[in-house]
């Protein structure tokens, strides 16, 4: 199948301006400005097919936010090219705005805050477009799904975070757009509007078809949602595959969690380095092509009454990435 | 004693803090400089063209603008809006007057305006070709002095209606449109028709912009200059009563309803 | 065509969430007329010592007094409310809600709100410009009235292009606001141009086409349009229109967002 979204060596790089504490450094600052160059993307490459949920992970300042960005035509990036849908999102033509939507967590509205939802909707069909009979019928499934009903009437700027994200995920889907750019969604919101945000977009990529790119720091969006994860660091693409194949190549280890049987103090050490302990239950972190050998000293030796092997929980993972650069 | 130096001295710091907190604004402060010179450049270009050949009425404008830059106030942006955002109750708690803060943050505005706006006066002065005459100029320094002193207060109890109403910029703004008319801005005193004259002369606003240009432009006589200093002396006393009394009912106010 | 009906959907929602807060109307109201009886009395104070000023009778002054007011309040109800938050919008990265719709940028940009209320100024300058006529006892013409017209859009393009371009050096340097000298400098508007020396004349009617705004449709309506000065207003109009979308489209070029 042809890809929907095509990122090829795409670089952005940028100047900031420095300037050290202290009086004599601001004056000189009026007559000479030292820059640093930042770069926010370095070669990165990648493709999206029709459909597809894709989440993009990394530390703060990695490029996830900037990638979305030039993807979704805000940014010019210094090197590199993009498609999406057949368009260069840079250049901003309408038929490719049209079909885009980008959701900002931490800004779920833009726009005037005095207005009151409804005639945000109603200006959002103005500037989309959106025919008569087609905002009716998306602003009705939109009030059902999301209980848009009591917040119709106020004015945006009166609502609380959750109610905000809301109302933005109706404006955004208003046009039924077909690619999805989420930029940290569940910041902020409390458990039931996240389980919420997580249903609904998983319902809609679905029902539309939406290629989706979602970037967030919480490990649970990405593990229910995506099937497939790309780990950005230091503007440079570090993984692009599944999640098992994520855990597999970022740690080399597995976890072993094993149970004895009461009144056994066995030195744990001797089998693998010690994650947890509580009584009689202990996980062990053994490198992975130690653990049939392990296990099986393990079984020959102690009392067990319970075993398991397991991936070691992704965040864990990703915390030794974002912490070391490499587990 | 005591106190007063120490009012003094914590005065000083204030000066110095905002002094330097504007360094870092200082392209701000050029557009502030322009905005404020620009009336009195305008009363330069225009009375020049309506009174040709008056190098009295040049020398006048030009003394108006340094005496403009130096007479700035913004109280409406250092006290009402702090009033708004809620930052009064932190002044509030401390053991200073409260009215330290903005008189310390409108003195360093003041000196910076004259900084920053020097070199336009001078510019001004050549090429209106004008000079001034030594003595005029020392003679006008104390009426420079309260002033400055005077427009402090009047901005200052203007801007206390931020107590009592969201509209403290507008109310600012119609006295600054006062002061710009009846104040020596629009026309100098000495041209006012002579109906209005002596409610011009009488009235503060002579005392806090015109009165010193006047001054320094030697377009007054000595009477005129004894009953002008009068004037500010009497107007500084009332304006002071005026803002006492008004602050503590705008307090009391403020305290009861939280703000 | 789909801009015209979103400026209207614009006008129509900034007039009702001024018209809720009725304090502020009462307000501007009052500084309107304030403002303008201010500007009257000092014509009528110049006028005691002289005739005229820079070849304009007190009539005449009057009525240009009236079509600065007009423009001001043109000025203020649809791209002043615009080009204050401008720098701070590119500081703080707001741009990028209005880069990801599909309607131009630039348009959502400088005329994105209104202050529909600021409107009555252009009521009064109408009102000062009938009062000037009265005084100048005559009546303009139908050529006279359509070259001020004419001359009036094209002096609004020009102010609203340079506007737009000093915004849009936010682009390049985010840290000036070089808008706040154009309310200085659009002041010297009120009176006629020719009243102002050479070097400053100069500029005023070449570089920052101050004169266009207020002295040229008031000559054209007084003494009726010269034809020349119609084209040069209607090309100088459209050029600089074309240089405004050539310099924003470079500036979104170079915009870098703010890091999240």
């Known amino acids: 199948m042809l890809s929907i979204i095509i990122v090829k060596r795409l670089s952005m790089t940028y100047k900031a301006p420095v300037r050290e504490a202290g009086l004599g450094a601001a004056l000189l600052s009026l007559f000479q400005r030292k820059y640093r160059e930042i770069q926010a993307v370095q070669g990165i490459s990648f493709e999206l097919e029709p459909g597809e949920v894709v989440g993009f992970i990394g530390p703060n300042g990695a490029g996830k936010t900037t990638t979305l960005k030039i993807l979704s035509g805000i940014l010019h990036p210094t090197s590199g090219e993009a498609h999406v849908r057949g368009f260069v999102p840079w250049r901003r033509e309408r038929g490719f705005l049209k079909s885009i939507a980008m959701i900002r967590g931490s800004q779920p509205i833009g726009g005037p805050g005095e207005l009151t939802v409804l005639d945000s909707l109603r200006f959002q069909q103005l500037i989309y477009e959106v025919p008569n009979d087609a905002f009716h019928k998306n602003l009705a499934e939109l009030t059902e799904m999301l209980n848009l009903e009591p917040l119709l009437q106020r004015q945006v700027r009166a609502l609380s975070l959750g109610e905000r994200m809301r109302c933005g995920l109706a404006l955004s889907l208003l046009y039924r757009p077909r690619i999805l750019f989420l930029d940290e969604p569940t910041l902020g919101l409390d458990v039931t509007a996240v389980s919420m945000m997580r249903r609904f977009i998983a319902d809609y990529s679905r029902q539309m078809q939406a290629t989706t790119l979602l970037t967030s720091h919480y490990m649970i969006d990405v593990e229910t949602l995506c099937k497939r994860i790309v780990l950005i660091d230091k503007g440079m693409l570090k993984y692009d595959g599944n999640l098992e194949g994520l855990s597999a190549t970022l740690s080399p280890y597995k976890l072993l969690k094993v149970t004895v049987s009461n009144g056994v103090q066995p030195a744990w050490d001797a089998f693998g380095e010690v994650v947890e302990s509580e009584g009689s239950k202990v996980a062990l972190r053994v490198h992975r092509e130690q653990v049939p050998a392990v296990t099986a000293r393990v079984l020959a030796d102690l009392p067990v009454a319970d075993l398991s092997v397991e991936d070691p929980p992704l965040e864990s993972v990703i915390d030794q990435v974002y912490r070391k650069g490499g587990a | ?259 | 065509m789909k801009l015209f009906r979103l400026f209207g959907a614009i006008f129509s929602l900034s007039l009702r969430r001024e018209l809720a807060f009725r304090a502020h109307l009462v307000f501007q109201g009052l500084m309107t007329i304030v403002g303008v009886i201010s500007g009257l009395a000092v014509l009528g104070i110049i006028y005691t010592q002289t005739h005229t000023l820079g070849g304009w009778s007190l009539g005449e002054a009057i009525t240009l007094l009236g079509t600065f007011q007009v423009v001001s309040g043109i000025l203020s109800t649809f791209i002043e409310p615009n080009v204050m938050w401008f720098s701070d919008q590119v500081k703080d990265g707001k741009l990028d809600h209005v880069l990801i719709q599909p309607v131009p940028s630039i348009f959502l940009v400088s005329l994105g709100t209104c202050a529909p209320l600021a409107l009555s100024q252009v009521v009064v300058g109408v009102v000062v410009m009938v009062l000037g006529l009265r005084e100048l006892g005559t009546l303009p013409t139908l050529w006279g009235v359509s070259g001020w017209l004419l001359l009036l859009v094209a002096g609004i393009a020009i102010t609203w292009a340079s506007r737009v371009l000093l915004a849009s050096l936010a682009f390049w340097a985010p840290y000036i606001t070089p808008d706040v000298l154009y309310g200085a400098l659009w002041q010297f508007g009120r009176y006629p141009v020719s009243t102002y020396r050479q070097p400053i004349r100069f500029v005023l009617t070449y570089v920052l086409p101050v004169a266009f705004i207020a002295t040229f449709p008031a000559r054209a309506l007084i003494h009726g349009a010269d034809p020349l000065l119609l084209v040069i207003g209607l090309a100088v109009g459209l050029i600089a229109i074309a240089i405004v979308l050539l310099v924003w489209n470079a500036g979104l070029r170079c915009y870098t967002s703010a890091t999240s």
């Open chain 2, 1 to 259: 004693m005591r106190d007063v130096i120490q009012l003094l001295h914590v005065l000083g710091i204030g000066i110095w803090r905002t002094f330097l907190e504007w360094l870092a604004w200082r392209a701000f402060l050029f557009t502030m400089v322009i905005n404020q010179a620009v009336t009195p450049l305008m009363g330069l270009a225009v009375w020049s063209v309506a009174l040709p050949g008056s190098t009295r009425i040049s020398t006048y404008y030009v003394a108006l603008l340094a005496v403009q830059l130096m007479t700035v106030s913004y109280e409406h942006h250092t006290f009402s809006n702090g009033i708004y955002a809620g930052a009064l109750n932190h002044d509030l708690l401390r053991p200073q007057p409260v009215v330290m803060g903005p008189l310390g943050a409108n003195i360093a505005l003041r000196i910076w305006h004259l900084l920053v706006g020097l070199p336009l006066i001078i510019i001004a002065a050549i090429v209106s070709g004008v000079s001034f005459d030594l003595r005029a100029i020392l003679l006008a320094i104390p009426s420079l002095v309260l002033a400055a002193v005077l427009r402090f207060l009047f901005t200052y109890l203007l801007a206390l209606s931020a107590f009592w109403t969201e509209q403290a910029h507008g109310v600012v703004g119609f006295g600054e449109t006062l002061i710009f008319l009846l104040g020596g801005s629009a026309a100098p005193v000495t041209l006012f028709p002579t109906s209005i004259r002596p409610l011009g002369e009488s009235l503060p606003f002579q005392s806090m912009l015109g009165f010193p240009a006047a001054i320094a432009g030697s377009s007054l006589s000595a009477m005129e200059i004894l009953a002008g200093y009068g004037w500010q002396m009497l107007w500084i006393a009332v304006f002071v009563l005026l803002v006492v009394f008004v602050w503590r009912s705008g307090v009391r106010r403020y305290t009861a309803i939280g703000g």
